[in-house]
């Protein structure tokens, strides 16, 4: 099994990228590629266009469904440093869980790939003791 971790930069068209890859679930997986969810609304949406046999836009549908490896790594950076997770991830299971489901989703689906796409990678180190070089010196990047 193949892992592809896309961990741009904000504003470098992560969430185009998102978009395409949830509103494509059914037919990438169909073709051997995971895009996994991380708690239970994704997983949702995910079954529901297995169950009906197509994909269908994920436009405005919740983050959770779009961008589900930002909450991973928000709640992930959330575990490490104590900076809180934002509202638009409302009552996101723990990261042990989150990891689990992936782990699940792995073992069940047996993917040729699976891929992990989220902008928030980039602020994994990001912390007061080391902050970033770019000039975010002393920044919260993270809102609570």
Not at 30 to 39: D, K, N, R, T
Not at 81 to 105: C, R
Request: charge should be negative; include cysteine.
């Amino acid at each position: 099994m193949k892992l592809v971790i896309f961990i741009g930069h904000f504003k470098t068209g992560s969430s185009s990228i998102q978009s395409f890859l949830s509103s494509n679930f059914l037919r990438l997986l169909q073709a051997g590629i995971l895009y996994p969810s991380v708690e239970s609304q994704g997983a949702a949406w995910n079954m529901r266009a297995m169950m009906r046999g197509r994909d269908e836009s994920t436009a405005g549908k919740s983050l959770n469904i779009i961008e589900p490896h930002n909450a991973l790594a928000l709640r992930l950076k959330n575990e490490e440093d104590g900076h809180g997770m934002p509202s638009y991830y409302p009552h996101p299971p723990s990261g042990f869980q989150m990891l689990e489901l992936l782990e699940n989703q792995i073992s069940e689906l047996a993917p040729n790939a699976v891929v992990l796409c989220s902008e928030v990678f980039s602020l994994f180190g990001l912390t007061e003791n080391a902050p970033a070089s770019n000039g975010l010196q002393g920044a919260s990047p993270i809102m609570t």
